[in-house]
């Protein structure tokens, strides 16, 4: 049996304004504070146009390789719910700004039905009665439908974690699911012959782990049924995050009756070749080519994803990346740096680390002038006070012994005070070495560069 | 002649009540319009370009800039049913 | 002797040289809505528009139209003045904004006396699908005054205030002008910013001035035009001087007279009337054709289509919610809808609304709302092609003259045909006129001067010649 599945996401954009009203886009502000008159469906109101949305849902087209529609217009989606201020939705149903794209995942291509603009609506809460917040209504969406091209829970999660990485690296969105900035619904169907199943609707799931719950026990379901010689019948059903299954909340009504037409109030929207350009010209690096770029530059693979799924840490790194060693950085970001902003539940930029005196800081560690360790007692520093990493290591008098007279000068000493040693190096106890080197470090005061002093030492020992 | 079913559709997707009585004259009413506007069908024409409004603008945008913001007063005024800061409908089951 | 009789720049002067103030104007304009009793209000302004005026007194009079007493269409939204739309649904509604249109005229120092009675949501050509009950034509008042803009167009014939606003989605500031015996015009879509205007039906809707003269009327359209940005489909283009081609010769304009608008279906009378004027144009030296333009006598279908398609969404946010009537019986929210929009909107609203939904349901919309879309185009190249060859096309306003009230009501099509030389116009979105040419027992008729996009200019230069030669002929 075979199961095809198609996935909706929302995605709200985070412009300043919002989509066909300038009030401020930010529905977490205090309650119906962001709105104006329009939000309101008032009377005499009329849509205005907020061009960031269009530069972000082209940004995003970009991303995903679709077509584009470069004369558009926007339609109204009629019906009546009551978060829904004006009776009608703004949207593009005719002429999507993008279409027939594609997201590359590991072991394929997820084809793009179409990309297209709408706007949110309130946001309500549910208690004796319904509260409507207006301060979402109006905040700008692009919906991103693939074809049915899925097969199965753990391709929906790969294409879903690579939406939502490049979009983030788009800087268009803050993807957050458990916080509805996107949202996932995905159509299952499973067919015994080639025409394609019935279709059951799964809405609004909380995760991206639960998607690809919510279709695996979607698939295994409606294949059982087909086994037992029942009909699937056409239905919503909700993802239930305790019991990790799926739950009929209703039966689709025979077609969704719209009245779709053209959106009269807002002009036709073209899109020259010179808009394009500006919005391609300034593509940021997205996660693909920084993956790319990373191993080329040796840093190991679990560095890499950690770095790719912080955004942050990654910008931190991007900027620093051309003028220090960059697999020192990465190890310095994703360990210590890391814990510590893990630890203290903040993000980069809220720490004092600037660029300059962290990339001073792996300088010093590249040319092996202060130890590892002294390395993790630096950042540590830098991270909640910036101070200058050579003032660090002037005042605690850190600066590693690299010069290889006085280091030989100090090895000799040792070596020719301890006899016995050599004697148990050269029958083969490793412990000699050990011993040495930490009368090594005991005599420089531990301000030797130990594999500088290791290496020496094993040359004396041998001529020895 | 449009059907009952169809009427009470359409008044369920207009948000209207249709009584009993007046059901027959909207079945006639939708009827005639259909008749009426069934002439357009008939006109060939040879474009495939759409007139969705006389003005000839393009483009029409803002800047991603905020504007304005009406007061929390005003933007309850109007309302019949507010409780605290926010406007009220009776609760919507999903 | 009432100063509001005068002309507007004698007026001007007297209020220049101090012989008058404002508040003499605006208490000769309560006093006629005294006088008369033609229900052409449902929101007087009375105590703001004293305070304004006596405000006034105290600035300098820096333009045409300052101090004049003006009266608003009741689907303009006033900030903090009761704007129904004509409707039980928007009873008690008070803007918190101010119309463009409103803005603009408040910048000239004009006053707002009040605002006008129309048919609900501007739907109906008589005036009579009000909440607020019809309005009476004041020359004979067992007749229609005409509508939708119907206490506009009766307002200024009375003589209670020289200037209206009224808007035109079908005809709706013609006819009503025209059956009044009044200047008229629905500027091109565009010119003037519908925001703040309640919407019937947006691709169509204009606001325009209703004026006892030609003069008048382009001194108000200079007053309300220009680009807005709260309404995206309002134009750039530069506004000019409306009043500059008036009294310039017209020898020149060559005028086309459309064959469908002479046809039978056109009251005799009426007819000759044009007929006059087409041999006074003659006369003068300008040439006049007959022609033909294509797709004229689809209009109606068409409007049924666009108008009440776009209506039935436009109307949708009554829902009771936000602001508008208040129900309390329902049990959920679909009876809170239903019942808040059965009990709010008249039968005509409905119906209307019930035939807009249908024509986009289901697969309707594909089949005849696609296909209007491109007939509309179609139909407006037919009129672009007329006008790159004449300047100027004219005809009647209306089929006839104002009729007896109550004999077109509860009529799902024939209400419509009552705009049938009006609507084409909308369709193309071209700026038009309607101009008293004389009478017909008694009663006024309207001719239509309709021009190319934005020149109104041209359209009043024409206007004003036949007002001035004509005159005798009355």
């Not at chain 1, 309130?122 to 091209?149: M, Q, W, Y």
């Not at chain 3, 049924?304 to 309390?328: M, W």
């Not at chain 3, 101009?435 to 996009?453: F, Q």
Request: hydrophobic share 35%.
């Amino acid at each position: 049996m075979k199961p095809t599945i198609g996935i909706e996401v929302h995605v709200e954009l985070k412009t300043m304004a919002k989509a066909f009203s300038l009030s401020k886009n930010n529905f977490n502000d205090e309650v119906n504070t962001n709105i104006n008159v329009l939000d309101l469906g008032y009377p005499g109101t009329l849509p205005r146009l907020n061009k960031g949305i269009i530069d972000f849902a082209l940004k995003a087209c970009l991303a995903f390789n679709c077509k584009i529609n470069r004369l558009m217009h926007f339609d109204r989606k009629n019906y009546f719910y009551p978060d829904l201020p004006k009776g009608y939705q703004i949207t593009q149903q005719d002429t999507p700004i993008g279409y027939d794209g594609y997201v590359e995942i590991s072991n394929k291509k997820i084809y793009l039905e179409r990309m297209h603009i709408e706007e949110d609506t309130c946001k309500s809460i549910h208690t004796t009665d319904t509260l409507l917040n207006f301060n979402r209504a109006g905040v700008p969406l692009i919906e991103i439908v693939t074809k049915p091209c899925i097969n199965n829970g753990k391709e929906a999660m790969e294409y879903l974690e690579k939406l939502r990485e490049t979009l983030l690296y788009l800087g268009i969105s803050d993807v957050k699911i458990e916080e509805g900035s996107m949202r996932c619904d995905v159509n299952v169907s499973v067919s015994d012959s080639d025409k394609l199943g019935t279709k059951c609707e799964v809405k609004n799931i909380g995760s991206i782990s639960s998607v690809g719950l919510a279709i695996d026990y979607e698939i295994k379901r409606q294949e059982e049924l087909i086994k037992k010689g029942e009909k699937i019948v056409e239905q919503t059903r909700r993802f239930d995050d305790k019991t990790k299954t799926t739950i009929l909340m209703r039966y689709k009504e025979t077609g969704n009756d719209y009245r779709y037409f053209p959106e009269p109030d807002i002009p036709f929207v073209y899109i020259d070749d010179e808009w394009l350009k500006e919005i391609s010209d300034n593509m940021p690096i997205l996660t693909d080519e920084l993956k790319n770029k990373y191993v080329e530059l040796g840093i190991n693979n679990n560095n890499i994803k950690t770095i790719i799924s912080n955004k942050n840490i990654c910008n931190f790194l991007e900027s620093v990346i051309d003028k220090c060693n960059p697999v020192i950085a990465s190890n310095l970001l994703t360990g210590d740096v890391l814990s510590y902003l893990n630890k203290n539940i903040i993000k980069i930029e809220d720490t004092k680390l600037s660029q300059d005196n962290f990339i001073k800081l792996v300088n010093k560690l590249d040319k092996k002038s202060i130890s590892s360790k002294q390395g993790k007692e630096i950042i540590s520093i830098i991270l909640e006070n910036d101070k200058d990493v050579d003032l660090i290591i002037k005042e605690n008098n850190m600066e590693q012994i690299s010069d290889d007279n006085f280091v030989i000068e100090i090895v000799n000493k040792v070596v020719s005070a301890n006899p016995d040693s050599i004697k148990d190096f050269k029958e083969g106890k490793d412990r000699a070495v050990k011993y040495l080197m930490g009368q090594i470090m005991k005599e420089s005061k531990g301000k030797i560069n130990p594999s500088l002093a290791n290496q020496t030492l094993i040359e004396v020992l041998k001529k020895s | 002649m449009i059907s009952e079913e169809k009427v009470k559709h359409i008044a369920d997707l207009a948000k209207l009540n249709v009584t009993s009585e007046e059901m027959s004259k909207y079945q006639q009413q939708l009827t005639d319009i259909l008749t009426e506007i069934d002439k357009i069908l008939k006109v060939d024409i040879k474009n495939e370009e759409i007139m969705i409004s006389p003005s000839n603008n393009r483009n029409c945008y803002s800047e991603d800039v905020i504007e304005s913001h009406i007061s929390k007063s005003d933007a309850l005024k109007n309302a019949k049913r507010v409780k605290g800061d926010y406007i009220i409908v009776p609760k919507v089951i999903e | 002797m009432r100063y509001l009789d005068l002309d507007i720049k004698t007026i001007n002067e007297k209020l220049k040289n101090k012989e008058i103030k404002p508040i003499d104007l605006v208490n000769e304009a309560f006093d006629r809505i005294e006088e008369t009793n033609l229900n052409c209000f449902i929101t007087l302004n009375k105590e703001d528009a004293i305070k304004k005026a006596k405000e006034l007194e105290d600035k300098e009079v820096d333009n045409i139209l300052f101090g004049l007493p003006i009266a608003i269409k009741d689907n303009i939204v006033t900030k903090d003045l009761r704007t129904t739309a004509a409707s039980h649904i928007l009873e008690d509604f008070i803007p918190i904004y101010d119309a463009t249109v409103i803005t603009k005229i408040k910048e000239k120092n004009m006053i707002i006396i009040g605002k006008t009675n129309m048919d609900e949501f501007a739907m109906g050509s008589t005036g009579e699908t009000s909440y607020f009950g019809n309005t009476l034509n004041p020359i004979d008042n067992t007749l229609v005054p005409g509508g939708s803009s119907s206490g506009s167009a009766a307002c200024v014939a009375t003589g209670i205030t020289p200037f209206s606003l009224g808007t035109d989605t079908g005809g709706s500031i013609r006819q009503p002008s025209s059956f009044c015996g009044l200047v008229g015009l629905k500027p091109t879509y565009g010119r003037v910013s519908r925001y703040g205007v309640i919407a019937f039906a947006s691709s169509l809707d204009q606001v325009g001035p209703i004026t006892r003269n030609v003069y008048e009327n382009a001194l108000l359209l200079n007053v309300i035009s220009g680009q807005d940005k709260n309404d995206l489909t309002s134009s750039n283009k530069e506004v000019k001087d409306y009043t500059s081609l008036i009294g310039k010769d017209i020898t020149n304009l060559k005028i086309a007279v459309p064959n469908y608008y002479m046809s039978e279906v056109i009251d005799k009378t009426v007819r000759e009337k044009i007929i006059n004027i087409i041999n006074l144009l003659k006369e003068k030296g300008c040439q006049v054709d007959y022609v033909d333009i294509d797709y004229l006598e689809y209009a109606i279908p068409l409007y049924q289509v666009i108008a009440l398609g776009e209506a039935s969404s436009n109307l949708a946010r009554y829902d009771g919610i936000r602001y508008g009537l208040k129900v309390d019986d329902f049990k959920n929210v679909d009876e809170l809808y239903k019942n808040t929009r059965n009990i709010g909107f008249g039968n005509e609203v409905k119906r209307r609304i019930m035939i807009g939904s249908y024509i986009l349901s289901g697969e309707n919309a594909n089949v005849y709302y696609y296909k209007a879309l491109k007939l509309r185009k179609e139909m407006t190249d037919s009129f672009v092609s007329v006008l790159s060859k004449y300047d100027l096309i004219i005809g009647p306003t209306n089929t006839d003259v104002a009729y007896k009230l109550g004999t077109k009501q509860d009529d799902a099509l024939k209400s419509f045909y009552d705009d049938l030389l009006t609507i084409p116009v909308n369709m193309a979105g071209l700026p038009a006129l309607s101009l008293p040419v004389g009478y017909k027992n008694n009663l006024p008729v309207g001719m239509h001067i309709i021009g190319n996009y934005f020149e109104e200019d041209k359209i009043y230069q024409l206007a004003s010649y036949i007002e001035n030669n004509l005159k005798e002929e009355k």
